[in-house]
């Protein structure tokens, strides 16, 4: 397994009990608003800890607090997109995607080569040279899950990935969003019945805790 967690997150009123592995390949969350979907991603981030338990990934404990082992964010093997998309507003788009890149090494000529490879795959090619506030919600999104690639994750967090795009893009970037050479291991967050057909295991959430999982 790729992700496993058994343990409990409280985060002022929302109290989550977790029982639950990952696969790899493509797992979709589903459930009502309020049950903690958001909070996993950003459990398995590392932007949040567990109260207690442990969350390992691919075999690498990486939060433990009965042994005060926390591993942080930009140590983990993860990228996520977030509904916010957090762009950096005084960055192109194209510098938008390139910067993870520049994070781990890449010249900057590679790595502007590589994200303009990126952004073409996505469809945002032609606004390469934009800066986030000349971008509509769905051209965001796009850079935005352009970037997420950009840092060749282990596990790739996507929350609500399509809630901006159009409708006529969102069959595209699905089914880009499906292609097994993304990730090992994608968890993918959707309120979208449209995504109900996606193929992998899918985790339900409800004020029970989260840790059903059903294989589609």
Known sequence: ?????????????????????????LTTLTGPNGVG?????????????????????NGSTVDDPAARRFVPAHQ????????????????TSL?????????TGHSRTDARSQARALLERVGAGDISDHHPERLSGGQAQRVALARSLAA????????EPLAAVDAE??????????????????L??????????????????????????QHS
């Open 1 to 25: 397994m790729s992700i496993v967690i058994h343990g409990h997150l409280r985060r002022g009123t929302l109290a989550v009990d977790l029982d639950l592995e990952i696969p790899t390949g």
């Open 37 to 57: 979907k958001t909070s996993l991603l950003r459990l398995i981030a590392g932007l949040d800890a567990l109260d207690h338990g442990t969350l390992s990934i």
């Open 76 to 91: 983990r093997p993860i990228a996520m997109t977030f509904q916010e998309l957090r762009l950096f507003p005084h960055l």
């Open 95 to 103: 510098d938008n995607v390139a910067f993870p890149l520049r994070r």
């Open 152 to 159: 060749q994750p282990d596990v790739l967090l996507l929350d």
């Open 169 to 186: 893009s969102r069959d595209d970037l699905r089914t880009l969003l499906t292609q097994p050479d993304l990730a090992p291991t994608v």
């Open 188 to 213: 993918w967050v959707s309120h979208d019945p449209n995504d109900s057909h996606l193929t992998g295991s899918r985790i339900v959430a409800s004020h029970d805790g989260i840790g059903h999982t």
